[in-house]
């Protein structure tokens, strides 16, 4: 069966230090990977998708970036954070199925705190 | 964009009593699915319903789609405290945006014991 981890669970990070989150799947091959910001109260805002290894499709201009070293594996990254970072950061993963119906299965996430 | 939009915004019942859920969106879509959102946790999809079908059942819940007006219920019936999560409708649009799913801002639902 395919699992989906996401670490840490909860972060707290000062302004404009560097931030690192990490996405895995377990289980699947070839998926797409998603990474969501979730501020309180709000629904799930896409900020980038990959179809597959090196391709990224960012959303939103924003102050993230991600990469996809490897198959199962996505990363959310800054260089600086700044405050409007903070927030619920959820990895989701679909796959290509026979009738390519895009259900989304998605990790615990992340909760992301910066002073 | 937001292309769903969930109504209403919180809902609070009893135990035992149905709770019904609506989404409307903009354009036309491929599939709409509904899921469930513990409080701090990840998303759980709960049921997906093709453009060109009108009900669908799954246990306790009834899902609805009328793509004349672009909108969607879902109905949770004899609820439970558990239920208790907020709920949110995602659109698949389909042709070139086939990666994409875009969500509500979600259903907080309360069942109270």
């Known amino acids: 069966s395919q699992t989906i981890h996401q670490w840490p669970a909860t972060l707290v990070q000062p302004v404009g230090s560097p931030l690192s989150l990490e996405c895995t799947v377990e289980?699947?091959?070839?998926?797409?990977l998603y990474w969501y910001r979730q501020a309180a109260g709000r629904g799930l805002q896409l900020l980038f998708y990959?179809?597959?290894?090196?391709?990224i499709s960012s959303e939103v201009p924003q102050n993230l970036s991600a990469s996809r070293p490897q198959d199962r594996q996505f990363i959310l990254s800054s260089k600086k954070l700044l405050l409007s970072d903070s927030g619920f950061y959820l990895c989701?993963?679909?796959?290509?199925?026979?009738?390519?119906?895009?259900?989304?299965?998605f990790g615990p996430g992340t909760r992301l705190t910066v002073l | 964009s937001q292309q769903g939009e969930e109504d209403p915004q919180a809902l609070s019942i009893q135990e035992g009593e149905n709770a019904t859920m609506n989404c409307s969106y903009k354009?036309?879509?491929?599939?709409l699915q509904w899921y469930r959102q513990n409080s701090g946790r990840g998303l759980v999809h709960l049921i997906l319903?093709?453009?060109?079908?009108r009900e669908k059942h799954s246990g306790r819940l009834r899902v609805t789609l009328d793509t004349s007006k672009k909108s969607s219920s879902l109905l949770i019936t004899a609820s439970r405290a558990a239920d208790t999560a907020s709920y949110f409708c995602a659109t698949d649009a389909g042709g070139g945006s086939n990666y994409k799913l875009t969500f509500g801002k979600g259903t907080l639902l309360t069942v109270n014991p």
């Open positions: 989701a993963w679909s796959g290509i199925t026979m009738r390519a119906y895009n259900e989304q299965f």
């Open positions: 354009t036309s879509i491929n599939n």
């Open positions: 289980g699947t091959s070839n998926p797409n």
């Open positions: 990959s179809v597959g290894i090196g391709q």
């Open positions: 319903i093709r453009s060109n079908e």
